[in-house]
């Protein structure tokens, strides 16, 4: 990463702290494992793919906890600009609203301005990935029955994030240089969830022609 980009793209501006796996156990041995896949420059189809001999839900748990800093990290930079005024709808342009749901205030989906879509979206990833019962972290601690539904829910949350900084704040990106690094994490984004199929395909309709379709 150049250093225009590590100045953009710094630890003050993540947008929530960073999640970060435990030295010396099996899903920081994978978080290194599929890092070194993407430093050393392998075709994205190829580095998403389950490696020999690893179990596919510790494979998918590491992707979801990287793809949440990285997303965090997207829109840590682009979260001056993206305001009550600026933004009153979390929208990805006049097709697509997203509205809010969860099982405590916002029983029935609302409609919320896109900063406060992001606070909510990220303090519930938070709370599911810290959750040993959803995203067990010792070795031999199986994965609940729930935890592929948990994970597809998490994504196409964190797809929408893609969606709204593409549409709404692209030309901010560009005017920090970082438009390689972010079309770089949503092919990385996109292969991943194709590969395991975990987004529905019809979710993916307000990018897929806009930026994997189109060579990014």
């Known amino acids: 990463m150049s250093h225009a980009l590590k100045q953009v793209f710094n630890k003050d501006k993540t947008f929530r702290p960073k999640r970060k796996f435990e030295p010396g156990t099996q899903r920081f041995e994978l978080h290194k494992k599929a890092q070194a896949s993407l430093n050393a420059g392998l075709d994205l189809k190829v580095a998403v793919q389950l490696p020999p001999g690893e179990e596919q839900n510790d494979w998918v748990a590491v992707h979801v906890v990287d793809f949440f800093n990285r997303i965090n990290l997207i829109y840590g930079t682009i979260s001056d600009y993206c305001t009550e005024q600026s933004c009153p709808v979390m929208s990805g342009g006049p097709k697509y609203e997203y ?3 969860d099982e405590h205030k916002y029983r029935k989906p609302t409609a919320l301005s896109a900063p406060q879509y992001m606070n909510l979206l990220m303090d519930w990833i938070e709370v ?3 959750n040993e019962d959803i995203f067990p972290t010792n070795v ?4 609940p029955k729930n935890f592929l539904p948990v994970v597809k829910k998490i994504l196409s949350r964190l797809f929408r994030v893609f969606v709204h ?8 990106i560009t005017q920090m240089g970082s438009e390689a ?5 949503y092919k990385h984004f996109y292969y991943f969830v194709k590969e395991f199929n975990l987004i529905d395909t019809k979710e993916l309709e307000p990018l897929v022609s806009v930026r994997v379709g189109s060579g990014y």
Not at 140 to 143: E, I, L, S, Y
């Open 99 to 101: 509205r809010w749901q």
């Open 140 to 143: 031999g601690t199986p994965f």
């Open 181 to 185: 690094h972010v079309n770089t994490c």
């Open 128 to 130: 599911q990935i810290n």
């Open 165 to 172: 900084v593409y549409i709404h704040h692209f030309d901010r």
